[in-house]
């Protein structure tokens, strides 16, 4: 035979163009429209439904960026499709608001309701219909039409106007382009369905293979028959022809997939927060029309927020939710508040994600996640296994890591074992998208790249449109069922990600182990972008920490009110500005203002709750002047977690001037020797008097970077920022002030536009250097490093993550330590060597890069830079500029545990209050290892006392935890509070506790009389 394979596949794809797909709807009549301009905000359909609609035309432009109109869209079901429609048709309603049909969301979207209010269905650019039902006459929709302006475009990464309303153009965005009453042919829409799934797994098999051959003369033989002129009358002959390759079952050992429909809708982005709310309206709404038609559709939902939004906006959406979760159809995942970074979030946050979002789901709807869900987070915290084992939890899913730049992870289906050593059953979609529409091209992806082939066979992929677009589709369900059983297709099954993880883990028990973080080996410049952001987070994190400690203990000894509503509240908050675009600081200039909005009025009620409880606690006024010690660890001789008065005294501060226009400071503990220019030049511990800075290299010293990613600009830090680089050497003023019992050096620079103030500040009695940045930042497409040498050998640093810390290589020895060229810290960084070791805290970045160097005598010496500032142009082009202040504290001869208590230290500063009385702490652990990191009331309202411990050096330690007051009993619990079966327990007012290396514990005392 003549090869005319690419003759006949051009053929194909030009008739389907051109005559199938205008078959689709036989008949189409013009529906009227009448619309009512929102003034600004969104507002509830009973708002709107009140309003007077004027008329509006086809070809009406309308939707200035943000803005919302509603439409009432009205007319007659032509006579002749009634009382029913011909045989083998469906009346719907078609809608074109002049977006862009190529692509799936990110524009103009719209909610469609009945005029009582019950919504129908969403309209999105691919999936822009609307159902009627038989034997409804008359047409009469209200549709609230979203001119989302589409921020990215062609992801050219332009400085954007759109990201704030106030700089966002006027002029409208979109087209009323078509609004029908229309005849769909089901005929010809399965025939397309058919054609469609044909002709991706031909296009995917080999060339070679009799099968892909197969297709193809049958599909050329459907065209054959087909006639153009006449689609409707041949569609079902055209089926016929093709329906024996369809019915050929799939080979006995081909690939399994569990397809779960998906929306990935990330809780802002691209858009503000109050746009989520309404995307997900759209999708759930959608997605539950569906379900009506399909009962072996699942939908796999994540984030309780989203599902709390329902609740609190749009009720009516959210009773369908609670039938369809009963049903098991709708299906919550993930137990999380939201989809959050993992790299950031402070331990208690990354727990209280799961703690909320599970409780959630478990008080709504009884159900209780298993799986963490986290398709899209920019990299996975070490921290993570034993955070999700804690809540309960068994299984872990990401896909992000696919992204890697440079290496490819070994595995799709894994154990991923954590920092402390739990171990969760992991899977990476080998689909390598979330938001799949199960493709010929895809499905035979996820099979060819699934690196477990031959030891495992079922793998999952999530399908349906993301942030915007409506979700699966009826497409992509006929997809699915067209590849249950099809010869060199995998077999497709619809299910939920449990029944995945069920037959994945069951089949494949010896997976291989992955230890560690799985950094991403990309989106590098997250943990620095949007400072302000990043600082309400650690601020409030701190502050939460502090408002449940002092409201709990207040609340057992003196029957002080605990908050918990404004506690959950101020959570929830959190958590939800955790979100993997949030946090991250990659979104636009709206999401961000907001945030730090949200942010600030959080720590304004935090602030009230602290300052209510400690008065409670201490009495207000009085003659004492008391300091409050909310960090685990004693200071000034005030105990850890109570208050006391000062009673340590400390020798004085001296500042001398030294050589060459040097200030030595010391303060009989540590001496710094300050130059000229600022820089630390030597840091000795007098304790051990070994020198910490290497001879000729001074210790910080400010870095000015380009910073012009090759692509994601927010995100991305590209390591070719190394190659160009300014040393801010040079100082404009410099002084020193010696106040009371501290000793500063101040310089200033000024920069272009920016000025750089820093207080470098020993203070008595303290064991590290504090240098604090006070930074007014006009730079753009710059970053700013500040540069720490440290003369100490080190072949790895350690960097705080959740209850821990984790280690990473100072070297670049390998292409996965190379890519690894910044990363993120939580409080803090140590370097050491056997016998000595510096840590360095700071109160608010995350973002470093560790490097080493060799010297002439054959010594090596390490270098930590911190990321202090960006300013990416995209998607926020403001982002970062202004006035920024963030600290450092360096401390020579310190211990791991002293950089454990340091970091504390920075995130809690002693509190003054005049008080009448001291308070005793609560809770006391013997061992300084065991850290207790929360103390609050349990979250069932019972009045319990729940403590959350770890051990923070990375080794076994034993604390005795002890109670000021009795218990009737107590427990160690999982992260929900719920009893765990054989760990230890005890009555009265202690109870001993063995730890491993960063194990977590929580601790519940029930029946509580304090003292
Ligand atoms: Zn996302």
Not at 153 to 181: C, M
Not at 531 to 552: F, M
């Amino acid at each position: 035979m003549h090869n005319d394979h690419s003759l006949v596949e051009a053929r194909l794809d030009r008739f389907v163009r051109d005559h199938l797909t205008p078959a689709l709807y036989r008949d189409a009549r013009p529906l009227a429209a009448t619309a009512w301009p929102v003034d600004r905000e969104p507002v509830p359909f009973e708002t709107a439904v009140e309003q007077t609609f004027e008329p509006v035309p086809l070809g009406w432009r309308w939707g200035r960026a943000w803005s919302t109109v509603w439409l009432r869209v009205t007319g007659e079901v032509p006579a002749e499709w009634l009382p029913q429609p011909p045989a083998g048709t469906r009346i719907e309603v078609l809608v074109d608001f002049g977006y862009n049909r190529s692509r799936s969301g990110f524009q103009a979207e719209g909610l469609a309701y009945r005029p009582d209010g019950s919504l129908i269905k969403s309209i999105a650019p691919l999936n822009s219909w609307l159902p009627v039902a038989p034997g409804e006459r008359h047409i009469d929709v209200l549709i609230e039409a979203a001119a989302n302006p589409d921020v990215a475009g062609e992801y050219t990464f332009d400085p954007t106007p759109y990201g704030l309303w106030e700089t966002a153009p006027d002029e409208p965005l979109y087209e009323l382009k078509q609004l029908e009453v229309a005849l769909r042919d089901e005929t010809v829409w399965h025939l397309l369905a058919d054609v469609w799934t044909l002709r991706g797994l031909m296009a995917e098999l080999p060339e070679g293979s009799s099968r892909r051959h197969e297709i193809l003369r049958a599909l050329e033989d459907m065209l054959d028959v087909l006639d153009p002129e006449g689609i409707p009358q041949t569609a079902q002959v055209g089926r016929d022809a093709i329906a024996g390759v369809l019915a050929k079952p799939a080979h006995a050992s081909a690939h399994r997939v569990l397809a779960t429909g998906h929306a990935h809708i990330d809780s802002a982005w691209l858009w503000p927060l109050r746009e989520t709310v309404r995307k997900c309206a759209r999708t759930f709404t959608n997605v539950m029309d569906l379900m009506d038609e399909h009962p072996d559709f699942v939908f796999s939902c994540s984030s309780a927020q989203q599902y709390l939004w329902m609740k609190e906006h749009h009720p009516r959406v959210f009773a369908r939710m609670k039938e369809k979760v009963a049903a098991g159809q709708f299906v919550p995942v993930g137990g999380m508040w939201v989809e959050s970074d993992t790299n950031m979030p402070g331990g208690e946050a990354m727990a209280r994600q799961f703690i909320a979002g599970k409780q959630f789901f478990i008080d709504e709807f009884g159900v209780e996640c298993e799986e963490a869900w986290m398709p899209d987070s920019f990299g996975y915290s070490g921290a993570l296994p034993q955070i999700v084992a804690a809540a309960g939890s068994r299984w872990f899913l990401t896909q992000k890591i696919s992204w890697n730049q440079i290496n490819r992870m070994p595995h799709h289906t894994f154990w991923w074992e954590g920092i402390d050593g739990t171990r969760v059953f992991t899977h990476f979609p080998p689909v390598d998208t979330y938001i799949s529409e199960l493709s010929g091209k895809e499905l035979a992806h996820a099979e060819r790249n699934f690196s477990e082939k031959g030891r495992a066979t079922i793998s999952l992929v999530p399908f349906g449109w993301g942030d915007g677009g409506g979700g699966p589709t009826r497409e992509m369900i006929a997809a699915a069922h067209r590849t249950a059983d099809l010869e060199g297709s995998p077999r497709v099954t619809m299910g939920s990600s449990r029944d995945f993880f069920e037959a994945a883990e069951a089949e494949y028990p010896q997976a291989p182990v992955w230890s560690g973080e799985m950094y991403l080996e990309l989106h590098r410049g997250v943990f620095t972008s949007q400072l302000r952001t990043k600082q309400g987070n650690r601020r409030n994190e701190s502050l939460l920490r502090q408002a449940e400690l002092w409201a709990a203990t207040a609340a057992l000894r003196t029957g002080f009110a605990y908050p918990r509503e404004a506690l959950a509240r101020a959570w929830q908050t959190v958590l939800l500005l955790q979100f993997h675009d949030i946090l991250p600081g990659s979104s636009i200039a709206w999401v961000h203002r907001e945030a730090e909005q949200r942010h600030a009025a959080v720590t304004e009620t935090l602030e009230g709750i602290i300052a209510d409880a400690i008065a409670a606690l201490a009495g207000q006024g009085g003659e004492h002047d008391l300091l409050v010690n909310a960090s685990p660890f004693a200071r000034e001789g005030v105990p850890a977690l109570g208050a006391a008065t000062l009673v340590a005294s400390h020798p004085a501060v001296t500042a001398t001037e030294g050589a060459d226009g040097a200030t030595v400071l010391d303060n009989g503990i540590i001496r710094a020797v300050v130059d000229a220019r600022g820089h630390v030049t030597s840091l000795i511990a007098h304790a051990d008097g070994r020198e910490a800075i290497p001879a000729g290299q001074p210790a910080n010293v400010l870095r000015l970077h380009r910073d012009l990613p090759n692509l994601w600009d927010a995100w991305d830090l590209d390591q070719h920022y190394q190659r160009t680089v300014t040393e801010l050497l040079e100082v404009d003023e410099r002084h020193v002030r010696t106040v009371g019992d501290t000793a500063t050096v101040i310089t200033v620079r000024r920069v272009g536009d920016s000025l750089i103030e820093q207080r470098l500040t020993l203070r008595a009695g303290e064991s590290a250097l504090e240098i604090e940045n006070r930074i007014d930042w006009r730079e753009r497409e710059k970053i700013l490093k500040l540069a720490v040498p440290l003369d100490v050998h080190a072949d790895r640093i350690a960097a705080e993550t959740q209850f821990g810390h984790l280690y990473r290589p100072t070297h670049t020895n390998t292409s996965w330590d190379a890519a690894r060229f910044e990363a993120c810290q939580h409080r803090f960084v140590h370097l050491g060597e056997p016998g000595y070791g510096v840590a360095i805290a700071n109160d608010s970045t995350y973002g470093y890069d560790v490097g080493r160097d060799t010297r002439a005598d054959g010594g090596t010496t390490t270098t930590v830079r911190f990321s202090l500032l960006r300013a990416p142009l995209f998607p926020d082009p403001e982002s970062d500029q202004g006035e920024h202040l963030m600290r450092f504290r360096i401390a020579p001869g310190a211990t791991i545990g002293d950089a454990v208590a340091l970091g504390y230290d920075l995130a809690t500063p002693l509190r003054a209050v005049r008080a009448a009385a001291p308070i005793a702490p609560i809770v006391t652990s013997s061992d300084p290892a065991v850290v207790v990191e929360t103390v609050k009331l349990a979250e069932d309202g019972s009045g319990d006392l729940v403590v959350r411990l770890y051990e923070s050096r990375g080794g076994r330690a034993h604390t005795t935890l002890t109670l000021d007051g009795t218990a009737v009993t107590i427990e160690c619990t999982d992260l929900l509070e719920r009893t765990l079966d054989g760990e230890p327990a005890g009555t009265g007012a202690s109870i001993e506790l063995p730890f491993r290396a960063f194990q977590l514990r929580t601790v519940r005392f029930r029946g509580v009389s304090a003292r």
